[in-house]
Every structure is written in C-alpha cells, then in structure tokens.
C-alpha cells in the first residue's frame, strides 16, 4: 500500500485526557450567511453559544497541539431539521486503488493546517420552523441540566450531532447499498462494509459495541434502523453528484433525524442499549431527551485515526 505523507499525530489513549484542555485553545467562530436574516438577535446568540459549546466538546477528546481557529457559517435553509458538512476534504493516504480523504474540521485541528483559507471551515444549516418551534435552547449548554421542555427537542444535541458530521461522520458510499466510489471514500467510508444493512468495521467500534455497529440504510452516516420501534421506514435523500473543491470530494451535508416522542414503556424496565440512544442515530431524536458524545463516538474517532492513527493501523500497511 502506498501511503501518502501523513500527519505527526499518533498519541496513546492514556494521554487523552490529559492533553484534554486543549481544546481550551480552539477558537469555534461562528458567523451567519445571508439565508440567516430572519433570525433574530437572540436566536443568534442561542445558536452561537451552543455551537460553540458543541465544538469544545468534540476538540476535548482530540490530542490539539496548538491554537486553532474553526470558522463555522449558518444558513437557514428550507429543511425539516439541520445539516451540517465540513466545507473540504483532504486526502491523507491511500488503501489498495483508494485515497482516503479526512474532513476537513478533522484534519484542521489535528494539523493546525487550514485546508480552505480565510473561507468557512464547517456549514451548518437549520430549518426556521425547527429552530422556531421544535429547538429548545439550553440556559447553559455546558453544563446541561436545566429540564427540556415537553415536546421541545434539545438544541445542544443537535449541534453536536451536526458538528460530528462535520468531524468525521461523512463520506460518499452509496446511502442505501453502503458500496465505496472505485477511487475514494472517506475515512469513515473505509470501515463500512456494504451489506442490509451496511455496518461500520471498525476495530475499536466493534469492540466498543460488541458487534460491527448497523449503519442506517438510506441515510447510511448514521447508525441505527427503526426495526423494532414504531418508527417509520427511513427514505433516502436525493443528493446531488459529488462536487470537487481543489481536486478533493466536498463532504456532503447531513441531517439530523427527525423530532419523535420516546417509544412507550408499558410499565417495562428501560430496553438495553439501543444504536437509537446514540447521538449520531439518523432515525429519532426525542422530545426532552438529551444526547452526548459516547463510548462508541469515541471509538470510531479511534477508528478513523482522529485520536490514534488507526486507519493506517491493524494489519492495513
């Protein structure tokens, strides 16, 4: 295998949490486009402040060696939820006829390279319906435990599931088959192995979670599918072709699931763990329910080299 030039940036586990208040040095700038200005003063400041909060919680789990600054623009788009993307992809290396591409927020704060210049480095969009009558914003999304009110799905959430796909839930396998381009995937693509449904491969994912992971079939950046929960069928978006920006794949935006009440108990104890309770699950997100970064999240961090050179790991030179 030839491997392009990587980054310098293996770090072991045990010194995660030390190198933790790095994340201290990132600097998450957030700023609106035009599609924005319906917003008001406030909803800005609310959005700001929990992207910004969504941001440093992600940076805390990344060995950052120095300042970074992450430009992140919101647009209000005519969407049932929100979607985020990283605005470029770098390639890091190649496997067998691939290169294998990073996101671009990824390879910013592992590299302290920015990949696009003065231009915005992450795009959120949010629909202004959602925003306005399903988002609830929390009084302090740091600490997050003030109560979420009924039928009020929690915001913080959201933007940490939106920021992840900025980070590395993001990809071009085919949405519904799980199948790689011929030439490229992402480093989240590399690990998914095409099936009904897709699952995500690897190594320290399966461990984590005991079996490879399913992938969402038609939403596939995702995990989890509605069999077993009064859910309906997820359909797969129409996306447009992949767009190219100085020679790599442009990262395709990625919604968060749908508002849903909790499934009912009927007076039974809590089922086991569910690829539905992960904050990255692309079918539900409950009212009054919040959702965080977990066991598995890190693992796939893990996985596609973001904390650990994993993807260049395992048998794979």
């Known amino acids: 295998m030839d491997i392009l030039p990587c980054l310098a940036r293996a770090c072991a586990a045990s010194c995660l949490l030390a190198m933790a208040p790095a994340s201290a040095q990132v600097a998450f700038n957030v700023t609106f486009d ?29 060995a950052i060696d120095g300042a970074r600054s992450i430009e992140v623009e919101v647009g209000v788009a005519a969407i049932a939820t929100a979607n985020g993307t990283s605005v470029t992809s770098t390639p890091i290396g190649t496997v067998g006829s691939r290169t294998i591409y990073e996101q671009g927020l990824a390879y910013e704060l592992l590299s302290g390279i920015d990949p696009n210049g003065s231009a915005p480095d992450v795009h959120v969009n949010i629909g202004l319906a959602y925003l306005r009558n399903d988002l609830w914003f929390d009084p302090d999304p740091t600490q997050r ?4 009110p009924a039928n009020r799905i929690d915001a913080m959430s959201v933007f940490l599931h939106e920021l992840g796909h900025a980070l590395v839930y993001n990809g071009w396998s085919d949405l519904t088959t799980g199948q790689l381009p011929a030439t490229y995937a992402s480093t989240f693509d590399y690990w998914t192995t095409p099936g009904a449904p897709s699952v995500f491969s690897g190594p320290a994912a399966t461990a984590t979670w005991g079996v490879a992971p399913d992938l969402t079939t ?93 993807i260049f790991a395992n048998g794979l030179e």
């Open 34 to 62: 035009g599609s924005a200005s319906a917003l008001t003063t406030t909803e800005r400041a609310n959005v700001t402040a929990h992207l910004q909060a969504a941001g440093r919680r992600w940076a805390r789990l990344i």
């Open 145 to 148: 435990s003030a109560t979420i």
């Open 218 to 310: 038609g939403n596939n950046k995702h995990w989890g599918n509605p069999s077993g929960r009064p859910l309906a069928p997820i359909s797969a978006p129409s996306l447009p072709p992949v767009q190219w920006y100085d020679g790599a794949p442009a990262p395709v935006p990625v919604a968060a699931p749908p508002s849903g009440d909790a499934p009912p108990q009927n007076g039974a104890a809590r089922p086991a763990a569910s690829l539905l309770d992960q904050l990255m699950n692309g079918v539900v997100f409950h009212y009054q329910q919040r959702y965080d970064i977990s066991a598995l999240d890190i693992a796939v961090l893990r996985d596609t080299g973001i904390t650990l050179d994993e």
